[in-house]
């Protein structure tokens, strides 16, 4: 008996996802311990004071503590004003209101902090005016750097100050209502005094948020000083006979026998101490481990499966994308618990560094090793991607080698940093950094070489990219080596920043590419399944057509059929050309917005253009009122033709986009299809206006003159576009009328073939294009004859000659009309004797066809077979009859010329 791989896959991937999630919990419980020292700390006051807080009894016997919340309004929303009320009253009791204290203390701090990052900057800005770009400028502006604070979290900080003082003033608000409303003088002045402790804490509230705010902007400016600076400085002496004393220093610190003791004390008081880590780390190891061989297998089988008409579908793909995952993950895994364990342990500065060095080199192997588990065989470049075999086999072969490298260059460097002095890193860890750079070198020489490289059996022989293939081979090859230069020579930080970013370029175009992978499979799947479900119905109207050539019936051309349009076919061709260039549009711009945020950084040139104005802020006000007070800039131009752009090339090609979805996932009408994918075109160029309007700084609110122009402009005629426009909208969103229906407008009939913003298209059944205003569609009365039904009925009048025996005449009529086969069951035909005519018994037949294109050919069937019947049977059509009376006149009137009677 044979175990199938794929459950066992799935056993071992939901007990990683149990174990991880253990781990997530045990992590929750461990943060908990500094939860109640954390809210009781000021993120710069430090511990609040805890000798002037008033506890207020509240309902239930629970206590609440007015320092924890200021504002004296927790639960206003579930509580009566009444006992809102009495809650503050109770918090204020005190003379001296402490939460007035607690801010004062919080913006005094603040105004500290501000005097301390002001003197820095000074400090700054004399060390870059002395122009000396020595190694020493370089650690003095690193050590403010080091001493600058926290942005990210002061930003946190002052959102929260911002929301808090909103509460403050609400609550004031909803104070003085109660003052208002007060039953009796005692309340009144009980309720003013209240009053007034509020304002005085929100005013106590507003000179803290002003403070913070201060400080944030002061640490912003000084920040971008010195990440301005910091990249042109020397950070170390240039390379010469004393460095290799350093790296053997560095060496022997690192790879020494007390650096190891240390490390097998720390591990051993780590599994001490935190007993819990040690074992969810061995747990996930093992599952992780014994993972490995149902993904490969897992792998393997989902491989087998895709191509396949019957079993193909983008979850295959996503399901290898784990397996990937999972081969990739094991050694990562080890060496991030040694280090997360060696980092929680503190036991010395020299074991926290060999953990921030694990954890450094796991993120690093964690992702090199994934793009090769990436290009394995059966795995996703090999059978999903489609990727170039002898490509993607020299990527894997030259990856091995590669993050051997590049992990140990990181470990070192990242431990050298933190663990030791400064010689340590500008020794040991320049020597692991001159190593990794070389390797890099080297690697992007043979992987990307242009005679037989990755790229050389992928670009088109005709593109761009392989005219230019020296060009950017050189670049590639020669960057990591000139970082590798320019460290040598005392740059060292520079160095290490751009490589860092370089490397860090990399991963995202991998990551770029593997997206764009992912979305190409998936749009190939759904082209696939399209094109097959066309094919199915194809052949199904085939098999129709054939069945009735066997059974002897022919459609006969009436000349006057409903125009045919071709709705239910998708153009899969040019709906996948179009989509996959919408794709590359998506992913390459969220790359190139990626790369942008890395290397911002180090491009000061280009994010100057922000501060290089097209429009100057004081001449802002004078440019029509359009433009807002802060000018216009041409990083603000750039990125609103940046928007148009993008704006133009989604708004072409994601309706199709949506329009193949709905067809291939929903199974939706042509109809519907055709109004989705237009309204996404509105929407999209809808978006794209607000977009560039707002980079552009447009402020609408000033632009008098483009409204009293629309105003002008709807009062002498824009009406009627506004109303068609209007219409459409209404036409798409309440689709009284679809693309493919049989309507009747006035005098003209026909299908419709196109909805546009002012008129729809009909196509009449001379063939002729007719085009109609979309306000008729609303305001007149329009014949849909295909809008919930397309059965419609036929009224034929026969008429016999007097004399007939009606029911004879009946039957025959009646079995006329059932032999004519486009006649329906269902509605049941009927054929009735409505009286009595001028020269006929009137019959007249109501019959049933279920598509508007039949009805003249079965009036034509059911006419021939009506003459026939009676024919057979002997039964007259009658002639009109009419009665002529001719009336004679002997009376002779007087001659003409006057003259009497000749004799």
């Known amino acids: 008996m044979s175990l199938d791989p794929l459950p ?4 071992v991937a939901a007990l990683s996802f149990r174990l991880a999630l253990v781990v997530v919990a045990c992590g929750a419980c461990l943060a908990t311990r500094g939860t109640a020292q954390e809210l009781d700390e000021d993120p710069v006051v430090g ?3 805890t000798t002037s807080r008033v506890v207020a009894p509240q309902a239930g016997g629970a206590e609440v503590d007015p320092a924890q919340e200021p504002l004296g309004d927790a639960g206003a929303d579930d509580a009566t004003p009444e006992s809102a009320g009495d809650a503050t009253r109770a918090a204020i009791a005190a003379p001296d209101d402490p939460r007035v204290r607690e801010a004062d203390a919080a913006r005094q701090a603040k105004d500290e902090r501000l005097a301390e990052v002001v003197a820095l900057q000074e400090a700054v800005r004399e060390v870059i005016s002395i122009g000396l770009a020595d190694r020493q400028s370089g650690e003095l502006l690193r050590d403010a750097r080091s001493r600058a604070p926290d942005v990210d979290r002061l930003e946190r900080e002052f959102r929260d100050l911002q929301r808090r003082l909103a509460s403050a003033k609400l609550h004031r608000v909803r104070l003085a209502e109660e003052q208002r409303l007060a039953p009796d003088d005692a309340a009144r002045a009980e309720a003013a005094a209240t009053l007034r402790a509020q304002s005085d804490y929100e005013s106590a509230l507003e000179g803290y948020v002003e403070a913070a705010g201060a400080l944030l902007r002061e640490s912003k400016e000084l920040l971008e000083t010195l990440d301005s600076q910091l990249l042109w400085i020397g950070s170390a002496e240039p390379i010469d006979a004393a460095w290799a004393e350093s790296v053997v220093s560095g060496a022997l610190w690192l790879f020494g026998a007390k650096t190891w003791t240390e490390l097998g004390g720390a591990l051993a008081r780590g599994a001490r101490t935190n007993p819990l880590h040690l074992v969810v780390s061995v747990l996930l190891l093992l599952a992780a481990a014994g993972a490995r061989r149902p993904a490969k297998r897992g792998l393997r089988d989902v491989a087998g499966l895709v191509g396949r008409v019957a079993t193909d579908s983008f979850a295959l793909t996503a399901r290898a994308l784990a397996y990937t995952f999972l081969l990739a993950l094991p050694a990562p895994l080890a060496l991030a618990s040694v280090g997360s364990l060696l980092v929680t342990t503190n036991a010395s500065r020299t074991t926290s560094a060999l953990g921030e060095g694990l954890l450094v080199g796991a993120a690093v192997l964690l992702l090199l090793d994934f793009a090769r588990q990436l290009c394995r065989a059966y795995g996703l470049a090999d059978v999903h991607f489609r990727w170039n075999d002898a490509a993607r086999k020299r990527l894997a072969r030259h990856l091995k080698w590669f993050i051997a490298v590049q992990v140990a260059a990181a470990f070192v460097v990242s431990a050298c940093e933190v663990g030791g002095p400064d010689e340590y890193g500008a020794g040991l860890g320049r020597m692991a950094f001159l190593s990794a750079s070389v390797g890099l070198s080297v690697f992007l020489a043979i992987v990307f070489r242009p005679s037989d490289g990755v790229l050389s059996q992928v670009l088109p022989r005709d593109s761009i990219a392989w005219r230019l293939r020296r060009l950017w081979y050189g670049v590639l090859v020669l960057l990591p080596f000139a970082l590798a230069v320019v460290a040598g020579a005392g740059f060292y930080y520079t160095a290490t920043e751009v490589q860092g970013r370089f490397f860090t370029t990399g991963l995202v175009v991998l990551s770029g590419v593997v997206v764009y992978s992912l979305l190409q499979r998936a749009l190939i799947v759904t082209r696939k399944r399209l094109a097959v479900q066309q094919a199915r119905e194809k052949l199904a109207q085939m098999r129709e057509a054939r069945a009735r050539e066997a059974g002897g019936e022919e459609e006969e051309a009436s000349g006057e059929a409903v125009p045919e349009l071709d709705l239910q076919t ?10 996959l260039s919408f794709i590359r549009l998506l992913v390459g711009g969220g790359t190139l917005a990626i790369l942008w945020l890395v290397w911002q950084d180090v491009m000061p040139a280009l994010a100057r253009l922000d501060s290089v104005y097209l429009i100057d802020p004081s001449e802002a006000d004078a440019v029509n009122g359009v433009v807002a007070a802060e000018g216009l800039a041409w990083w603000d131009v750039m990125l609103a033709g940046l928007s148009l752009l993008v704006t133009y090339i989604a708004a072409r090609n994601l309706p199709p986009m949506v329009s193949l979805a709905l067809s291939t996932r929903f199974h939706v009408d042509p109809g519907a299809r055709y109004a989705a994918s237009t309204l996404t075109r509105y929407f999209v160029v809808a978006v794209g206006v607000l977009v560039v309007t707002d980079q552009l700084d447009v402020d609408w609110s000033k632009a008098q003159w483009i ?11 824009l009406q009627e576009i506004v109303a068609n426009f209007v219409s459409g909208i209404i036409i798409l969103f309440e689709r009284p009328i679809r693309i493919g229906d049989t309507v009747t407008v006035g005098a003209d009939s026909g299908t419709v073939s196109k909805l546009q913003i002012r008129a729809t298209t009909i196509t009449d059944w001379d063939n002729k294009e007719i085009l109609v ?12 004859w295909t809008l919930s039904n397309s059965v419609t009925r036929l009224l034929l009048p026969v008429g016999v000659a007097y004399g007939t025996d009606v029911n004879r005449a009946r039957e025959a009529i009646t079995d006329a009309v059932k032999s004519v086969p486009n006649v329906l069951d269902t509605p049941a035909p ?3 004797f409505l009286g009595f005519g001028d020269s006929s018994l009137n019959f007249e037949v109501r019959a049933f066809v279920d598509d508007l294109g039949k009805r003249l050919t079965t009036l034509h069937e059911l006419h021939v077979a009506i003459n026939a ?12 009859q009419r009665d002529l009376h001719i009336r004679s006149d002997d009376t002779r009137g007087p001659r003409a010329n006057g003259g009497g009677d000749r004799d």
Do not use: W, Y
Not at 869 to 880: D, R, S
């Open 8 to 11: 066992r896959a799935r056993r």
């Open 47 to 49: 511990p609040r004071p």
């Open 570 to 579: 998708i153009d899969v061709g040019a709906v996948s050309q179009q989509s």
């Open 869 to 880: 019947n009676f024919a057979e049977a002997g039964i007259e059509i009658p002639f009109p």
């Open 773 to 784: 205003p979309n306000k008729s569609f609303i305001t007149e009365r329009v014949v849909n």
């Open 707 to 717: 409204i009293a122009a629309l105003g002008v402009g709807l009062g002498f005629g």
């Open 830 to 832: 009927s054929v009735l």
